[in-house]
């Protein structure tokens, strides 16, 4: 029988943070974890930033690599795996009570929905820098990030009524991105395996994804270097060449650029609050 139980379990090592419309929670699972069939008091949306999951619920299983995201709905009964690596979770809960502000987030949030966005991952470590902050716009930072990624995910996942039904090598594309981001590619190599024009290529991708090709590919090799600088002691100049920056200094920009701090200031800024 069923049984409501708190995001955390399982694991060992959480933070929770409370961001007005949404809790938050950054947990960590350790190698081969079994969480047995159960279910959460509030419908959850879940990004997967390092590790992985295996996720069963309504009677499919899903691969949740990272930069994947999943929706479990109220009451839907599940069950994880984590995978060799553990897996680092990025949990939101909205407050019930205040369902009525999440109305266009309905359809997402109602029911299982799966998808792999880079950009919704970045969101995610946007909202977890912000987490243990004593700025009084803390909290704000938080719900922003959480939007931006919910209307991602949303887009990704839910039908267009302005759109037909996106042809299925696009899911090729993006998997091949996921898999050569850390490398050169080009477009019109990817386009030719694919067997389309690279035009028609960039303008699909752009269409379900909601970015380029080249935007997709920068914020999964970013996510990659960012699980790097939290998780590992490899040195920056390291991480930046095997992520497939040019040089330190570049990896120090691009974090900049989308988290409004260096490289080694995120670093310095994970450990002290783990």
């Not at 080009?186 to 991708?205: C, K, M, N, Y």
Request: net charge positive.
């Amino acid at each position: 029988m069923s049984r409501h139980v708190p995001v955390t379990m399982g694991s060992p090592r959480f933070r929770v943070a409370d961001a007005g419309l949404f809790s938050v929670t950054d947990a960590w699972f350790p190698p081969g974890a079994r969480l047995e069939p159960h279910t959460h008091a509030r419908a959850i949306f879940a990004v997967m930033l390092g590790g992985s999951f295996i996720n069963h619920i309504a009677g499919r299983e899903y691969d949740c690599a990272p930069a994947s995201f999943w929706t479990e709905p109220l009451g839907e009964m599940h069950a994880n795996r984590g995978g060799a690596a553990g897996a680092r979770v990025f949990v939101v809960q909205a407050d019930p009570h205040r369902a009525s502000q999440l109305e266009p987030f309905a359809p997402l949030l109602n029911e299982v929905r799966y998808g792999r966005h880079g950009g919704v991952a970045l969101d995610a470590r946007r909202a977890l820098l912000e987490i243990g902050s004593d700025d009084r716009l803390a909290p704000l930072a938080i719900e922003s990030s959480i939007y931006s990624a919910l209307i991602a995910a949303a887009r990704l996942t839910l039908p267009s009524r302005n759109h037909s039904k996106p042809p299925p090598w696009i899911h090729q594309a993006r998997e091949y991105v996921h898999e050569h981001y850390r490398s050169s590619f080009r477009i019109s190599d990817l386009a030719r395996q694919l067997g389309v024009e690279p035009s028609r290529l960039a303008h699909t991708f752009r269409r379900c994804f909601g970015t380029t090709v080249g935007e997709y590919a920068r914020a999964q090799r970013l996510s990659w270097a960012l699980f790097q600088l939290e998780h590992t002691n490899t040195s920056i100049a390291k991480i930046a060449i095997s992520a497939g920056y040019c040089d330190q200094s570049h990896l120090t920009r691009e974090v900049k650029r989308a988290l409004g701090v260096g490289a080694a200031g995120y670093r310095r800024s994970c450990r002290t609050k783990s």
